[in-house]
């Protein structure tokens, strides 16, 4: 479904480059027998990530997600509260924002169902957020799912 006038969709691009080298630091601790550094969160192979990049920054208000799942399962999205890029320390467990947003399809079921008001208040935060960044980074968390068989975005009004 497109925005309508006023709004301002806002899709998730996944970051292939960023999670192939966010799961290469956990393989090479794990080859070296090594701990991450503390608070520090490894990629596991569910969890992919993937980034927002707002056009406009000022004058938002969160309205709702669009979230599309082909199939059954639960994707869990939580966004980092610190800028973060592939050159900057690895993701710590402290940067990730709560709540996150959680988006499930039961078996047989055509709509996506969501705890509406943590969705609520994660979009809320984002409004706030974008206001200082162009980039926004999130780490998605998929169950019974792969990244093909999700499409996201937020929607704003602006």
Not at 85 to 107: S, V, Y
Request: a positive charge; charged letters at 30%; aromatic letters at 8%.
């Amino acid at each position: 479904m497109a925005a309508e006038a006023g709004e301002l969709k806002v899709p998730f691009t996944r970051d292939d480059q960023l999670t192939r080298c966010m799961w290469l630091r956990a393989q090479s601790l794990q080859q070296k027998n090594q701990k991450p550094q503390d608070g520090e969160k490894l990629l596991r192979p569910n969890e992919h990530i993937y980034r927002v990049d707002f056009i406009r920054q000022h004058n938002l208000r969160f309205l709702r997600w669009e979230i599309q799942l082909e199939r059954s399962g639960k994707v869990t999205v939580a966004g980092t509260s610190q800028h973060w890029t592939p050159d900057l320390t690895h993701l710590m467990n402290r940067q990730l924002l709560e709540p996150a947003g959680i988006f499930w399809k039961k078996p047989g079921a055509k709509e996506v169902e969501c705890n509406e008001a943590d969705a609520q208040e994660f979009g809320e935060r984002l409004v706030e957020l974008a206001k200082i960044r162009k980039v926004m980074y999130f780490l998605l968390s998929f169950d019974g799912l792969e990244p093909a068989q999700l499409k996201g975005s937020v929607v704003f009004k602006v």
